[in-house]
């Protein structure tokens, strides 16, 4: 009876470490897919002058394979330009380019994303668009670059101007105003006594 009773705790504990185990299992299984879930792809462009690279290189390699060949490699190739060039308003508005010049880059994306939805339509077709697209990136990647550099140019101006004026300030301080007198300079003369008299000269008599 006593043999009984202990193997139905020992199974008890293993049955609750095994489900204990089981959790944990499924938790870390579930942060590993939400981890990778949300890691970049590996076409996933850093600025918009690879944007415009990744987009030109996978034309030009649809261009030189045969259009006729439904191939694993072309339907990838295919398929990470469609992702390019969803993705190329997104890259844009995360920089400092201004709207005007933001808006195109959206209209023509999404007008080239619409001519590939199908899926059966050869991006080759309308190539002219994609030259456009790439042209219309690389403006707006030389415009953010000349944003920063002004950026930083007027930053550090406006940094010097206010050292040189703290200098100036300093400088202001040690050198003393000479309109106001020293201390040596500002003692008075001792008042002149009321009480003295002020001998007459005297004229020479004739003898």
Do not use: Y
Not at 109 to 114: N, V
Not at 184 to 197: F, I, K, V, W
């Amino acid at each position: 009876m006593l043999f009984m009773v202990g193997a139905a705790r020992i199974w008890s504990h293993i049955l609750w470490l095994s489900l204990a185990m089981l959790i944990v299992g499924c938790e870390a299984e579930k942060e590993t897919n939400h981890e990778h879930t949300h890691s970049e792809p590996r076409h996933w462009p850093d600025d918009l002058a690879e944007a415009a690279t990744f987009i030109l290189q996978r034309v030009e390699s649809l261009h030189a394979s045969e259009p006729s060949l439904a191939d694993e490699e072309r339907m990838e190739t295919i398929h990470e330009l469609q992702d390019l060039v969803e993705w190329s308003p997104e890259v844009a508005a995360d920089t400092d380019l201004s709207e005007e010049k933001w808006i195109p880059i959206f209209e023509l994306s999404e007008a080239i994303r619409k001519h590939m939805q199908p899926g059966d339509v050869d991006p080759t077709t309308f190539s002219s668009d994609f030259d456009k697209l790439v042209q219309l990136l690389t403006d707006a990647h030389v415009q953010v670059v000349a944003l920063k550099a002004r950026s930083v140019r007027f930053g550090s101006d406006d940094s010097d101007a206010d050292e040189s004026d703290a200098g100036q300030a300093d400088d202001d301080e040690s050198v003393p105003n000479e309109s106001e007198p020293e201390d040596s300079e500002r003692e008075e003369s001792p008042p002149a006594d009321d009480d003295a008299t002020v001998a007459e000269p005297t004229s020479r008599l004739e003898s």
